[in-house]
């Protein structure tokens, strides 16, 4: 196993990283912005370098910081959670030119599953079935609208290079799509410096149901059951469960399979999600693959059983892969609720400030992963995630009991703090989410306005996914810098000429 890890990140992520590392007996490196000089992940590190201002584009999107602050430090490999630069290919390749292991898959790998057109491509071959809709991008508005026509309205466009719920755009009908192609396509540019886009049908009525890979280098692969991240603002998720609820066992059956076939196809190594849209005859549609821990592995590991942090240490070091699918049981029920430093009543927009208050629940078969604590600034210049509540019980009802009771204990406060906790209790006590019964339409159902306020169909704008997490700041050229609102959860690139050549400014031991 490594001596010393560099972590990548901030956060509930970076103290997660670290406390698994240091059950594996592995010293820690975090960098850090200036803004997260007192964090908790800063205080609880072996060593802890400052890489730049609060600004993530010259923080921890500063590669060349990070990589200096690993060779300086003596780090072997760079973990670099989820967000920022977990999925950026060139920093991959970066940290293998210069002697450090990135904890994720080989950078070709990444390159060619970041790029959502490809990725459906290779997926195709691999005999995962794909939303009706073009397989290559569309280069322009003519070809869009024959797709459209096609596959039928309403339709979604989205951007080759997007992820973590960024780039895509509602289009409810033909006369809606020269305007939302053209929109598309600009942001597109401005976010990822890649303005290319594809056009499928957009499943209104599905359910988001993703599965939990682990991969080798040696060609062994397993997967770790379903989850469901139905409920969805804006394409961020807000409740995940594993396993996915209310679907037959032949069809959690056949998305795992071919989820992992997919996976090995490529050559995908660590631990990855693949997604899916489940619609209601039980129909699987490809999304993409996510090449990093994500927000919700909680649920996973908890029915499992499997730390995945570690999983992945254990992969990126080189060792085969130490389970086999019959090692895998899933055992009852898990919910997480994402607790966001946002207000719902305004639109949830960001609610930062200082936490007079902070008191997680406890309680049996209740986990809480956060980096809050009493007197912890909550800064506007990353994203809003403050904490999540993840219970474990033998079935859905219970757990579903269970969460509501921890979420009612969850006390936050301070000046202007307002939390996500309110509106995460009325999707828990919906009957519909009750009875597992919801779709990704659930969300937009519960914020919509009483029917007679409710403006016509044909009136609704096209409806766009708000980038998702990091720095507030306009960014260069190319460089991906994302919005405060988001989910913890940037899928683009930042590629290495966008990125400050400055080291780091401080070390200090621990």
């Known amino acids: 196993m490594f001596d010393k890890v560099l972590i990548a990140n901030r956060g509930e992520i970076a103290l997660r990283v670290l406390r698994a590392c240091r059950e594996l007996g592995v010293r820690t490196v975090v960098v850090h912005s200036s803004a997260d000089a007192d964090s908790l992940p800063v205080r609880l590190a072996d060593e802890a370098v400052r890489i730049g201002p609060a600004a993530s584009r010259r923080s921890y999107l500063n590669a060349a910081a990070i990589v200096e602050a690993a060779r300086q430090t003596g780090a072997q ?69 024959e797709v459209a026509a096609e596959v039928g309205y309403p339709v979604i466009v989205k951007a080759a290079a997007g992820g973590g719920g960024r780039g895509m755009t509602v289009v409810r009908s033909a006369a809606e799509l020269p305007r939302a192609y053209a929109r598309t396509r600009a942001a597109a540019q401005v976010a990822f410096g890649d303005d290319r ?118 992969v990126a070091y080189g060792t085969p892969l130490r389970l086999r699918q019959s090692d895998v049981r899933l055992d009852g029920v898990a919910i997480e609720c994402r607790v966001n430093v946002e207000d719902p009543d305004r639109d949830f927009a960001p609610a930062p400030g200082r936490l007079e208050r902070f008191r997680p629940p406890g309680g049996p078969f209740t986990r809480v992963d956060t980096h809050g604590h009493v007197g912890y600034l909550v800064s506007p210049h990353y994203d809003s995630l403050l904490a999540k509540v993840a219970v474990w019980a033998p079935d859905r009802d219970a757990a579903l009991d269970r969460l509501d009771r921890a979420l009612a204990e969850f006390d936050v406060a301070g000046p202007g703090v307002r939390t996500t906790i309110p509106f995460a209790r009325r999707v828990l006590r919906d009957p519909a989410f ?77």
């Open 77 to 145: 490999a760079v973990h670099p959670g989820y967000g920022f630069l977990s999925e950026d290919a060139d920093f991959a390749e970066i940290c293998a030119e210069n002697g450090l292991v990135f904890v994720g898959p080989p950078p070709q790998v990444m390159a060619a599953l970041a790029d959502k057109s490809t990725a459906r491509a290779l997926m195709s071959r691999a005999g995962l079935p794909l939303p009706p809709g073009s397989v290559r991008t569309l280069p322009t508005v003519g070809e869009a609208q």
């Open 197 to 314: 886009v594809y056009v499928e049908r957009y499943l209104a009525d599905a359910r988001h149901v993703e599965v939990q890979v682990l991969c080798d280098g040696h060609g062994n692969g397993v997967h770790l059951g379903t989850r469901d991240c139905s409920v969805q603002r804006r394409h961020q998720k807000l409740i995940e469960e594993a396993p996915a609820p209310a679907l037959r066992q032949a069809t959690l059956d056949t998305v795992a399979e071919v989820a992992l076939r997919g996976a090995l196809s490529v050559g995908f190594t660590g631990a990855g999600t693949v997604e899916f849209l489940v619609d209601e005859a039980e129909r699987c549609h490809f999304l993409e693959i996510n090449c990093r821990i994500q927000v919700e592995h909680p649920v996973t590991e908890m029915v499992t059983g499997i730390d995945l942090v570690q999983e992945q240490l254990h």
């Open 434 to 510: 009750r009875a597992a019964r919801h779709t990704t339409a659930l969300v937009e159902r519960l914020l919509a306005p009483p029917a007679d306020d409710a403006p016509p169909a044909d009136d609704a704008p096209p409806t766009a996914a708000p980038p998702a997490d990091g720095a507030v700041e306009a960014p260069p050229a190319r460089a991906v810098v994302p919005d405060p609102r988001g989910a913890a959860e940037p899928g683009g690139r930042t590629p290495v000429s966008a990125v400050p050549a400055a080291g780091p400014t401080t070390w200090r031991n621990r």
